[in-house]
């Protein structure tokens, strides 16, 4: 078992920055590909990040390439989420997701290949 924690989120203006962490514990994170989604309000779960076990590897939904970066600290057992140039459509609440014993290339963004799941961080854009 893992057991995800985000933090981070809050309310900030249109073109600012936040910075989304997600703790994990429970098992060995160095192992474990990661990822962020978003469940923005009425809508469906949509991917945002994702990367390698090793960080090596990383991939953008298109909404947030050039905006956001995901990294990780694997002596840290941490997920990052550095989110630039935020827009009021980035408004939403969002997750990290963990999937253990992949392939370092591995680093789906199909929200149904994670296993686990934080309970979720609120970012609200204002415009």
């Known amino acids: 078992q893992v057991q995800l924690v985000e933090s981070g989120g809050g309310l900030v203006q249109a073109g600012g920055s936040l910075r989304l962490s997600c703790a994990a514990s429970?098992?060995?994170?160095?192992?474990?590909?990661m990822a962020w989604f978003r469940r923005p309000p009425g809508k469906e779960r949509e991917s945002v990040a994702a990367?390698?076990?090793?960080?090596?590897?990383?991939a953008y939904a298109d909404s947030v390439k050039g905006r956001f970066t995901i990294s990780r600290d694997n002596a840290k057992n941490t997920l990052y989420l550095q989110m630039n140039s935020l827009k009021p459509e980035d408004t939403a609440v969002y997750y990290c997701?963990?999937?253990?014993?992949?392939?370092?290339?591995?680093?789906?963004?199909?929200?149904?290949?994670?296993?686990?799941w934080g309970q979720g961080t609120q970012v609200t854009v204002s415009s």
């Open positions: 990367i390698t076990w090793s960080g090596g590897g990383t």
């Open positions: 429970g098992r060995t994170f160095s192992n474990y590909a």
């Open positions: 997701a963990a999937k253990g014993s992949v392939p370092d290339y591995w680093a789906p963004m199909r929200w149904y290949d994670y296993d686990y």
